[in-house]
């Protein structure tokens, strides 16, 4: 801090008002450390500022570091329903807010599900020690789609048409999971042998053809056999296609009622919102002879 002093500086926010209603539940909150008189402090230019977050009823649910760079930080928090009281300290600065997090009257959703062909035990590709059961799926999808949603507000908000955005699932059936397990009738065996496009139109008919099939609902499903199975003999892939021609099972389309993607980077996703930063800077090279390469030549 060097010879700053607490008391004149300020913690400000740049994006959410206090007692703001939003209807997403995985705000970005962004703002800055500053002066008393409005300037930018440079001693107080890095460090980590701590997140308190705490019910309607005063009850702490969570505290969480993220860090201050050029005295500027960015900060996600997970929303319970109603009143949030969010307390944001920085070297014994506090800045205190309400966030009141009610998703809109509709009927309109979007809906989370990870499909298990017939056959197939829903493990997803992913290398040893890394959990890769159903439920860990679930909730690496169910983060994703909570993550989306909020960027969708968030760029919406910085393109001044308003924080608007679309109703997950569980933001509307609060009883329900946040990702939905289907059971698909179609064989494993025969999912790994279609294309894209093949896929694509299968599961979106079974989809609409179960008791999930809706006009008011929007399916946002990963596949659980996705593979990446380049032969033994195999060189690893030099390029886009390459890599392709080694998958089973993959696909990423979207369009009408449907967007699917193949599961076989799942494995490099978040699971809880501590890990979103971790994640998001890994810098671990992929293994391109057992895992798929789906990072643009990254």
């Not at 009610?102 to 309109?108: E, K, V």
């Not at 694509?200 to 053809?209: A, D, H, I, K, S």
């Not at 809706?214 to 056999?225: E, P």
């Not at 021609?245 to 369009?255: C, K, S, T, Y």
């Amino acid at each position: 801090m060097g010879s700053c002093h607490t008391d004149n500086h300020t913690i400000t926010i740049f994006n959410i008002e206090d007692e703001e209603v939003l209807c997403y539940s995985l705000p970005l909150i962004k703002g800055q450390i500053f002066t008393k008189n409005g300037n930018r402090c440079f001693n107080c230019s890095s460090g980590v500022i701590i997140l308190h977050h705490y019910n309607g009823n005063g009850s702490l649910i969570s505290t969480t570091e993220w860090p201050v760079v050029n005295s500027e930080f960015k900060c996600i928090v997970s929303l319970g329903l109603n009143r949030n009281m969010l307390i944001l300290e920085y070297f014994g600065m506090q800045h205190k807010f309400n966030v009141i997090y009610q998703p809109r009257r509709t009927m309109l959703r979007v809906t989370p599900v990870y499909i298990i062909c017939q056959g197939h035990d829903g493990l997803f590709q992913a290398p040893t020690g890394v959990d890769n059961t159903v439920p860990s799926a679930c909730e690496r999808i169910s983060l994703a789609a909570r993550l989306v949603q909020s960027l969708t507000a968030e760029k919406l908000y910085e393109a001044k048409v308003g924080r608007k955005a679309f109703q997950l699932e569980h933001d509307l059936n609060r009883s329900g999971p946040d990702c939905i397990v289907f059971r698909s009738q179609l064989p494993v065996d025969k999912a790994k042998k279609m294309n894209p496009k093949e896929l694509w139109e299968y599961f979106g008919r079974e989809l609409m053809m179960s008791p999930l099939g809706s006009k008011d609902r929007k399916f946002l499903a990963f596949i659980s056999c996705t593979r990446y199975a380049l032969p033994q003999n195999k060189l690893p892939p030099k390029t886009h296609d390459e890599m392709l021609a080694a998958m089973e099972a993959h696909v990423a389309l979207g369009g009408g009622g449907l967007a699917i993607f193949g599961s076989a980077c799942l494995y490099t996703w978040p699971r809880q919102e501590e890990e979103i930063i971790p994640r998001f800077l890994d810098v671990t090279k992929v293994d391109t002879q057992n895992f798929m390469d789906d990072s643009c030549y990254r």
